[in-house]
C-alpha cells in the first residue's frame, strides 16, 4: 500500500504554497501521492463567503493537471452540513483507504487550534500528521499539548518526529522552509487592487480573471 498524503482546505483559491507544500512532502519525507481534498463547508472559515464548489475544483484541477503524484478527491463537496476532518477520515476509511497508510498536511497555525477541531481527541490519533511551520511560527505550545497527550519525541534524518506512546501514529514537523503565502493574502490584493497574479500558477490566474473571482463589490 503507497503511503499518501491528504491535503485538506478551501483552496480558495489554491496558490503556489500549496504547490510548493506538496513537493516538499513528496521529496522529503517520501510519500507516493498527495490527495487534494477541498472542504465544501469549512467550519474555521466563517469570516468570509467560500467560493463556489465548481470554481474551487477548477482552480485546482487547472493547477494540478501536469502533477501526476496530485490528485483531488471531492467526497466533502456532496456532504451537507460541516465539512469536519474526522467524518472526511473516517468516510475514506470505509472506502477502504487505510488511515495508517495516511498522513494528514496540516498547517502549524492549524494544528495550534486543534482543540477547537470536531472530536479533535479522535482525529490526534486516528492519523499521522505532517505539520508545515510557517516562518516565525513558535511551536512550543503545541509540543507542549502533544506530550500531554501521550506524544513522546523522537529524531529520524532531518525532521523532528513525535511518536504515540501507544505506537499508533506519528507527527512531523517539517524543516523545510515554507512560502509564506495564504489565500486570505490572496483575496485582499485581488480585491485591493493589488499584485497577485505572482502568487498563484499562471492558469490559475487566468481562470480567476476570466471569472472575475474575489472582485470587490463594494
Given at each position: 500500500?503507497?503511503?499518501?498524503?491528504?491535503?485538506?482546505?478551501?483552496?480558495?483559491?489554491?496558490?503556489?504554497?500549496?504547490?510548493?507544500l506538496s513537493q516538499v512532502?513528496?521529496?522529503?519525507?517520501?510519500?507516493?501521492?498527495?490527495?487534494?481534498?477541498?472542504?465544501?463547508?469549512?467550519?474555521?472559515?466563517?469570516?468570509?463567503?467560500?467560493?463556489?464548489?465548481?470554481?474551487?475544483?477548477?482552480?485546482?484541477?487547472?493547477?494540478?493537471?501536469?502533477?501526476?503524484?496530485?490528485?483531488?478527491?471531492?467526497?466533502?463537496?456532496?456532504?451537507?452540513?460541516?465539512?469536519?476532518?474526522?467524518?472526511?477520515?473516517?468516510?475514506?476509511?470505509?472506502?477502504?483507504?487505510?488511515?495508517?497508510?495516511?498522513?494528514?498536511?496540516?498547517?502549524?497555525?492549524?494544528?495550534?487550534?486543534?482543540?477547537?477541531?470536531?472530536?479533535?481527541?479522535?482525529?490526534?490519533?486516528?492519523?499521522?500528521?505532517?505539520?508545515?511551520?510557517?516562518?516565525?511560527?513558535?511551536?512550543?505550545?503545541?509540543?507542549?499539548?502533544?506530550?500531554?497527550?501521550?506524544?513522546?519525541?523522537?529524531?529520524?534524518?532531518?525532521?523532528?518526529?513525535?511518536?504515540?506512546?501507544?505506537?499508533?501514529?506519528?507527527?512531523?514537523?517539517?524543516?523545510?522552509?515554507?512560502?509564506?503565502?495564504?489565500?486570505?493574502?490572496?483575496?485582499?490584493?485581488?480585491?485591493?487592487?493589488r499584485t497577485w497574479q505572482h502568487l498563484v500558477?499562471?492558469?490559475?490566474?487566468?481562470?480567476?480573471?476570466?471569472?472575475?473571482?474575489?472582485?470587490?463589490?463594494?
Amino acid at each position: 500500500m503507497n503511503r499518501i498524503g491528504l491535503l485538506g482546505g478551501t483552496f480558495d483559491p489554491v496558490h503556489n504554497g500549496h504547490l510548493q507544500l506538496s513537493q516538499v512532502v513528496l521529496d522529503s519525507v517520501g510519500l507516493e501521492r498527495i490527495l487534494f481534498i477541498p472542504a465544501a463547508h469549512p467550519p474555521h472559515k466563517d469570516e468570509f463567503q467560500v467560493s463556489d464548489s465548481c470554481h474551487r475544483l477548477a482552480m485546482l484541477r487547472l493547477a494540478l493537471a501536469d502533477r501526476d503524484a496530485l490528485a483531488i478527491s471531492d467526497i466533502e463537496m456532496g456532504r451537507r452540513g460541516m465539512s469536519y476532518t474526522i467524518d472526511t477520515l473516517e468516510e475514506l476509511e470505509r472506502a477502504g483507504l487505510p488511515l495508517t497508510h495516511c498522513h494528514f498536511i496540516i498547517g502549524s497555525d492549524a494544528i495550534a487550534e486543534i482543540e477547537t477541531w470536531y472530536r479533535w481527541q479522535k482525529l490526534l490519533i486516528s492519523i499521522n500528521f505532517i505539520v508545515a511551520v510557517r516562518p516565525g511560527f513558535s511551536v512550543k505550545e503545541i509540543k507542549q499539548l502533544l506530550g500531554r497527550k501521550g506524544f513522546r519525541q523522537q529524531r529520524y534524518d532531518a525532521h523532528d518526529r513525535w511518536t504515540h506512546q501507544q505506537g499508533r501514529n506519528e507527527i512531523i514537523f517539517l524543516a523545510d522552509e515554507m512560502a509564506d503565502i495564504s489565500s486570505t493574502d490572496i483575496r485582499s490584493r485581488i480585491s485591493g487592487g493589488r499584485t497577485w497574479q505572482h502568487l498563484v500558477p499562471g492558469a490559475v490566474a487566468d481562470y480567476i480573471k476570466a471569472k472575475r473571482l474575489y472582485i470587490s463589490t463594494k
